[in-house]
């Protein structure tokens, strides 16, 4: 869960992600984020745990192939409002007409301005080089709403009108993911914060079976408008998997950060991340496990060093 407290400024507050497996209960979540549940067909259902105010900033969360779905609660009892907030593209020269999910928004920061939608998925059952997708990650788009439930897609400049594709021969080659946004220090735009998944094959833990695009790593862009990015730190991974033995040796994914004192934005930040951590012995299954890194100050956090704790 993305730090969403009322203390940061509404700017550096992206609507939270929660994200969790399948055949898990539904989440018990606090009043500032949606309870969200994953059912065996992937679609997504979430419900706000108190009445939507005008500007209140909407908690989406996503897993799954197919949308998001909100209703807003009063007393306890679900409205729905207009259903899907977003599904995959029903129209040709899409890029996201299997998956789009995990979305990251941002509120307008004043009257007038748009909400702002990031999201990942892809068209189809491949990633880059006709590799087999077995997440629903692939490419990353833009979306904008005047209110916060009706999006309208932006065309990007890239494959079928995404934002952000994997790179020609870096380690983020078969498939990527946006994962966290933040305004710049500077004022001239965003940055982001992206899963990316090298053709490197990777045991999956407990087995032996290996897969192209499972050994994933954080990476960074910026962009003046949201919707044209460029890679940072020379295209280089910002966050990379621990060494042999270490319960992140497998990927270092889905990185999320945020201020470690609100009060000083200039100050040190956190990014949290997660990763399979591979069996303890033989016969017992890997298991999910989240990590925390640190970074000196605002202005390297796009290129770190960013320190493990």
Request: net charge negative.
């Amino acid at each position: 869960l993305h730090n969403s407290s009322s203390s940061v400024p509404r700017s550096l507050r992206p609507v939270s992600m929660i994200m969790h497996m399948a055949f898990t209960p539904p989440l018990a979540l606090p009043a500032t984020v949606i309870h969200a549940t994953h059912a065996h067909s992937r679609r997504i259902h979430a419900r706000v745990l108190r009445p939507l105010t005008a500007r209140e900033p909407l908690r989406l969360s996503a897993l799954g192939r197919s949308s998001v779905r909100i209703a807003a609660s009063n007393s306890g009892i679900e409205h729905p409002l207009d259903g899907l907030v977003l599904a995959p593209s029903l129209e040709a020269g899409w890029w996201d007409k299997t998956a789009c999910v995990m979305p990251v928004v941002l509120p307008p920061e004043s009257e007038g301005e748009m909400w702002k939608m990031w999201y990942y998925g892809r068209s189809g059952k491949i990633w880059a080089g006709g590799r087999p997708a077995f997440l629903p990650t692939g490419l990353c788009g833009y979306a904008e709403s005047h209110d916060g439930l009706d999006w309208k897609r932006v065309k990007g400049p890239l494959t079928d009108g995404a934002i952000l594709e994997p790179s020609e021969s870096g380690l983020d080659d078969v498939h990527v993911g946006v994962s966290d946004v933040h305004p710049l220090a500077d004022g001239t735009g965003y940055g982001m914060l992206y899963l990316g998944g090298g053709s490197e094959a990777v045991a999956m833990p407990g087995t032996a079976a290996t897969f192209e695009g499972l050994r994933m790593r954080g990476f960074s862009a910026a962009s003046a408008d949201g919707v044209v990015w460029e890679r940072q730190n020379n295209g280089a991974p910002i966050l990379e998997p621990g060494p042999e033995g270490e319960w992140d040796s497998v990927f270092a994914s889905w990185p999320r950060m945020f201020p470690e004192d609100p009060s000083n934005l200039d100050g040190s930040w956190l990014m949290t991340y997660h990763a399979l951590q591979p069996p303890a012995k033989e016969g017992v299954p890997p298991r999910w496990a989240a990590g925390l890194a640190r970074c000196e100050t605002r202005e390297s956090i796009w290129s770190g060093p960013w320190e493990k704790m």
